[in-house]
């Protein structure tokens, strides 16, 4: 049985005509799962969620290689508000609530794909309950809110539009490890509750990698590993490069010894 949800086909991303930044990345997301997009600062984690909810135009960006499906469809031509519909929403990096509306209003904002009031009602029913915090802070103006209450708005808001697929950029930006790990865990809830199958990038990579079962590397627009979670967790170029548990700073992933040695084998 096929239970691959996303799956992203060797896909090239330019930006302005001519920054190639996007390589060639291919990964899957399976259904109910928890996939994660790893790697450091412009490794090109937030290009690629861009190119599956079709949000790269408006950055001068444009695919220019590959494909992208959804439960086996082409997906790429769809516009945000099509992928809306068909339940792939993206939480954008820095959390962008509205900053002069409440917090309910920003997450009543979320449902506009939703006609019925009583599905609105519902739907922000589910939000209060997993997110009590945002019911707590409910008629607060969302700019007054703490960084983990907007991150928590910002995904709270995506969920009223009662999404089969997350794109999630960033969630730990910013954030207090034990907020962290309050979102994190609140992913992890709805993963297994509402079975709402994730896709998340993340520079930390080792909170990712608790939460994630299967995780890409990306680095300079290629994924240059990937694996079950626990595998990538306990492998030791990704300790060695990513987790700082190695002897030594090393410019690239791909300097780390058992990676070149892999790829000799691999040649
Ligand atoms: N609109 C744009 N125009 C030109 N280049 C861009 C644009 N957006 C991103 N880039 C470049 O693409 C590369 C990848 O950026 P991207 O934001 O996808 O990386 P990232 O892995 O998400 O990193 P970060 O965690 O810092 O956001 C970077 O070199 C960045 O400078």
């Known amino acids: 049985m096929n239970d691959t949800v996303l799956a992203v086909n060797g896909i090239e991303v ?114 209060y309950t997993y997110f009590p915090r945002l019911k707590t802070r409910r008629a607060s103006q969302a700019a007054y809110t703490s960084g983990g209450e907007q991150q928590m708005c910002a995904i709270g808001r995506a969920l009223m539009a009662n999404p089969s697929l997350v794109l999630l950029d960033e969630p730990s930006m910013g954030l207090a490890p034990q907020i962290v790990e309050e979102v994190f865990e609140i992913v992890k809830d709805l993963n297994a509750k509402e079975r709402v199958t994730f896709l998340l990038a993340e520079q930390n990579i080792q909170m990712a990698l608790r939460y994630a079962d299967h995780g890409y590397i990306l680095e300079n627009g290629r994924v240059v590993m990937n694996g079950p979670a626990p595998e990538l967790a306990g492998n030791e170029d990704v300790k060695e490069f990513y987790l700082g548990m190695g002897a030594g700073q090393r410019k690239s992933f791909r300097e780390s010894k058992s990676y070149r040695r892999r790829k000799r084998w691999l040649a």
């Not at 928890?34 to 984690?45: H, P, T």
């Not at 209003?105 to 922000?124: H, M, P, Q, V």
Request: net charge positive; proline share 1%; aromatic share 2%.
């Open 14 to 127: 330019i930006y302005d005509r001519v920054i190639l930044v996007l390589k060639g990345v291919s990964l899957q997301v399976r259904e109910g799962g928890v996939a994660a997009l790893l790697g450091g600062n412009g490794a090109g984690k937030t290009t690629a969620l861009r190119a599956i909810s079709n949000l790269l135009r408006g950055e001068r960006g444009e695919v220019t290689k590959g494909s992208i499906e959804l439960r086996g469809e082409r997906i790429d031509d769809l516009s945000p508000a099509q992928l809306v519909q068909r339940g792939v929403v993206q939480v954008m990096e820095g959390r962008h609530c509205f900053a002069h509306l409440t917090i309910e209003e920003n997450l009543l904002a979320g449902a506009y794909t939703r006609k019925r009031s009583g599905e609105i009602a519902a739907n922000l029913d589910k939000v």
